[in-house]
């Protein structure tokens, strides 16, 4: 069974950057993409980032954080990052990491793709 454990997150003013960590307990075909999800209180939740973790990582980002999140994979130490900067009062929320077996690369962030989800980890973005 693979477990995924997210840590970074914190509070930090507008501007400001953080990097969330996203450990995998074991590597499988459950692990071939990783991705980071966000949800906001009242709000869906939304796809950030995802990439591939095979030989040729190829990262895909949605438009809201394109430019500003970077995804970068370790698979030495079982790890993805969320490298977070010129946070915003609108990044505010709870952050998760997530790994699908495939992607419909049409489809980056549709949810019932990723079969494992951490627990999240609480960004807060203050004015």
């Known amino acids: 069974e693979v477990q995924l454990v997210e840590s970074g997150g914190g509070s930090v003013q507008a501007g400001g950057s953080l990097k969330l960590s996203c450990v995998r307990s074991a590597n499988s075909y459950l692990t071939n993409y990783m991705a980071w999800f966000r949800q906001a209180p009242g709000k869906e939740r939304e796809g950030l980032a995802a990439i591939y973790t095979g030989p040729t990582p190829s990262p895909y980002y949605s438009d809201s954080v394109q430019g500003r999140f970077t995804i970068v994979p370790d698979n030495g130490k079982n790890t993805v990052y969320l490298q977070m900067d010129s946070l915003q009062p609108e990044d505010t929320a709870m952050y998760f990491c997530?790994?699908?077996?495939?992607?419909?690369?049409?489809?980056?962030?549709?949810?019932?793709?990723?079969?494992?989800w951490g627990q999240g980890t609480q960004v807060t973005v203050s004015s």
């Open positions: 997530a790994s699908a077996p495939w992607i419909d690369r049409d489809n980056w962030f549709r949810s019932e793709q990723y079969k494992v």
